[in-house]
């Protein structure tokens, strides 16, 4: 049994225990209480998710062979018009409810498929259920990693708190620019948000990613960028922050899968694939800035012109 990890726990839930009354768990601090109804990101106090499966199509460290234990929450405190998992994210399709207890056993079950490590999928908004259910899933037997998957849209407060909590993080640098944040999420302080959550997240973990023999990761930090059509310059943005203020050596996800779902269908901007020569060019420009560690995308293997 892990007891540091487990006094780690408590002393978070004992910390943020009166902010689901007036919820500021997330950078929205709507201040609803959560237990009796819903918040910015569309949910209330039982966390509901989509799934809870192996799944193999995370970055090689986390998947691993074996797959990792991903739970797939519903909702999210951004509403980006581009979401790509809008039925999960926004429209709470295939939804199943589960009390902590329950979500505990689901991370036990996950462990006892062979998952080589719990995978919360935008945890930002559950994050006080979530951590109430690692503390009873760890005094049941729980000894794999958790991952954080974020969008990145995370409270400083909440982030620095779960250190020794989350084992890996997983979050998403979308956007360096105020006006494109508020236009395609609804967040214009994204950045400002973003920046802070994963400097902080890097101080915790450093820039190596520690792995095991098996080649997987047992902490540290991954960062994810989705490259937007017609939004070049904020992909170079993004990634020269990152180069400067965290490290080249971060290991990056540079990801080319965009389509226009949701609302994005017909934008003038956003409202098409990304073609080949705007993927490479934020490419070289990663390559350029010296990021070694990581994994580029085949474009054609989604779809792009």
Known sequence: MNTDKIDRVEAFLEKHKGNIEHCVMCPRACGVNREIEHGECREGWTPRISSANLHHGEEP??????????????GCNLHCMFCQNFPISQLHQATRTLDTDTLADTMLSLQNKGAHNI?????SHYVYQTVMAIGAALKKGLAIPIVYNTSGYDSLPVIRDLGGIVD???PDMKYAFDDIA???????????VNRKALLEMYA???AELSLDGDGIAQKGLIVRHLVLPGNIVNSIAVLKWIAENLSP???LALMSQYFPADRAAGHPVIGRRLVHEEYDEVVEYADS????NGWFQELDAHGGC
């Not at 995978?119 to 945890?123: S, Y």
């Not at 508020?182 to 967040?187: F, L, N």
């Not at 800035?289 to 070694?292: D, K, Q, R, V």
């Open 249 to 251: 050596k971060i290991h």
């Open 61 to 74: 460290p986390v998947s691993g062979t074996r797959g990792s234990g991903t739970i797939f929450f519903t």
């Open 119 to 123: 995978n919360l999928v935008t945890p």
């Open 289 to 292: 800035l010296g990021f070694e």
């Open 182 to 192: 508020g236009e395609y999420s609804g967040a214009s302080n994204y950045p400002a």
């Open 168 to 170: 890996v993080y997983l």
């Open 204 to 206: 915790q973990t450093g």
